[in-house]
């Protein structure tokens, strides 16, 4: 999840696109091929955040010359070329620009001495596409953040640093600052998500939830403040509920199912009154999936088809596929199978036609292996055990391993679906080895599962590797 909060210092003209490193990109959308720049990067030993975003900045020429660390896993990915082939300007080219307009200027409350002495004057790729969990920080990143997380590198450490609009937890109206928001405050914002989620996907959701109510409450402190442009506000709405939605499934994963009712609903108000299809469908997709988690398998069907209703135009054949999975689930939920199997089929023929332009950022983590692990759930959920173990196996093996809460998830997925397909040796098996992975990730809604999964095994305690499993399990620690 990379972002800025520090865009390129202005120019002249406007930036020129990067029309080889596009070339490069070829077939593939700007999610897959983060993906692939992802992959790259841990083949050399470095870490970076890259996503859709980042990569449409380097294509739109925003970013003139790369980072140290981008700059060595792009020579790796395309050996014997330079970055000028790439498209990039020379790093020499890009050293010691001019001081930034009032508007592009990083505002006080983030600014630290590593702005000033950035070797490109914040010409290249900013500090805060760098992974958090890196160990190869460059210089532009935020002495605040570096402290953070080299001093602890816990989750609810690094969720502290969550709120980069700079307003106390408990700051009243009359504390806040009373400039309109501005640029800046749009990127600080868009990057607050961005780094949610990436924590999430790494770490689960229970040690970020209360902290990462604290930029929410800024960023609609940002609204209330007004924009000094239309285009800045409106990324100022999708931002904040954008955010809501990631709060909301911080709550959601970690059991707190009305506190996601209420942010869901929250981000689904912002898109509304600013007419945001693409924000409303993924507000309705979230509450199908929470609607589905709390046994209310009608309402989750409901908020599926609304999701699709206003998703069409947004253009995205992955958004629809993942809508209509959503709605599967709902018809698991009421025992339809023929409902829960047309479902699929839309989902399955809609995923085939393959990613585009149009894919939401926010969809970076649906890719084969989330399919079959949605999947799995439908045929779970309908008592398909065998069915539902062969796709929670699938897509166990087939996630990136970037995302090690879904590894913890679809394993502990199969982990059930073996238990109560009668497979208790194999369950047992799985189940350690979510064990191991709960030492990286806390949800509370994966420790559910598997807590569910202990209790079908306990009958089968003399089979193989069983009795290691509950012993393991019972002495685990929990998460408050």
């Known amino acids: 999840m990379a972002s800025s909060k520090v865009t390129s210092s202005p120019s002249p003209r406007p930036p020129r696109p990067n029309l080889a490193f596009r070339e490069l990109r070829g077939q593939r959308s700007p999610a897959e091929f983060a993906a692939a720049v992802r992959r790259a990067a841990r083949e050399i030993g470095e870490r970076v955040s890259c996503d859709a975003r980042y990569v449409g900045r380097v294509e739109a020429g925003e970013i003139r010359c790369p980072n140290y660390a981008y700059e060595r896993v792009f020579l790796h990915m395309f050996p014997g ?10 790093r020499s080219s890009v050293r010691g620009r001019g001081a930034r307009t009032s508007e592009d200027a990083p505002p006080a409350h983030l600014a630290s001495p590593a702005y000033a002495t950035g070797e490109t004057g914040g010409a290249h790729e900013p500090y805060d596409t760098q992974d958090p969990y890196d160990t190869h920080h460059d210089y532009e990143e935020s002495d605040v953040l570096r402290r953070a997380f080299m001093t602890s590198g816990g989750a609810t450490v690094a969720a502290a640093s969550l709120s980069p609009m700079g307003l106390a937890h408990d700051a009243t109206a009359a504390e806040r600052p009373a400039r309109r928001a501005g640029t800046r405050d749009a990127d600080a914002l868009e990057e607050a998500v961005r780094r949610i989620r990436l924590l999430d996907d790494r770490h689960g959701a229970d040690g ?8 929410l409450r800024a960023a609609y402190a940002l609204l209330d403040a007004g924009a000094t442009r239309q285009t800045t506000a409106e990324r100022l709405h999708s931002g904040a509920g954008e955010l809501a939605i990631s709060v909301g499934w911080l709550a959601h994963d970690s059991g707190r199912y009305d506190d996601a009712r209420s942010h869901y609903a929250e981000a689904l108000a912002t898109a509304r009154m600013t007419g945001d299809a693409a924000l409303e469908a993924h507000a309705f997709c979230n509450t199908a999936f929470l609607a589905r988690d709390a046994g209310r398998p009608r309402e989750a069907v409901r908020a599926a088809q609304a999701a699709q209703r206003v998703g069409r135009p947004v253009g995205s054949d992955r958004l629809m596929s993942l809508l209509a999975l959503r709605e599967a689930g709902g018809w698991a939920g009421l025992a339809d199978r023929t409902g829960c199997e047309q479902a699929l089929a839309r989902a399955q023929a ?16 649906y890719g084969e292996a989330e399919l079959e692990g949605l999947e799995a759930q439908c045929w779970s959920t309908l008592g398909d055990w065998p069915r539902a173990a062969r796709h929670a196996h699938r897509a166990a093996q087939l996630q990136d391993p970037h995302f090690t809460r879904n590894i913890a998830l679809y394993t502990a997925e199969l982990a059930d679906d073996l238990a109560r397909g009668g497979r208790p040796d194999e369950a047992a098996a799985a189940g350690l080895r ?3 992975l709960l030492g990286q990730v806390q949800s509370s809604r994966i420790q559910t599962m598997l807590a569910g999964t202990a209790r079908v095994l306990l009958p089968h305690r003399r089979a193989a590797g069983v009795s290691t499993f509950l012993d393991k399990h019972a002495s685990a620690p929990r998460v408050v």
């Not at 970020?208 to 930029?215: F, G, I, K, M």
């Not at 085939?352 to 983590?365: I, K, L, T």
């Open 208 to 215: 970020l939830y209360r902290r990462a109510a604290t930029p």
């Open 350 to 365: 809609l995923y085939e036609r393959g990613p585009s332009d149009a894919d939401p950022e926010w969809m970076s983590f």
């Open 81 to 90: 070329r330079t970055l000028t082939d790439l498209g990039f300007s020379p």
């Open 434 to 436: 979510v064990l191991e």
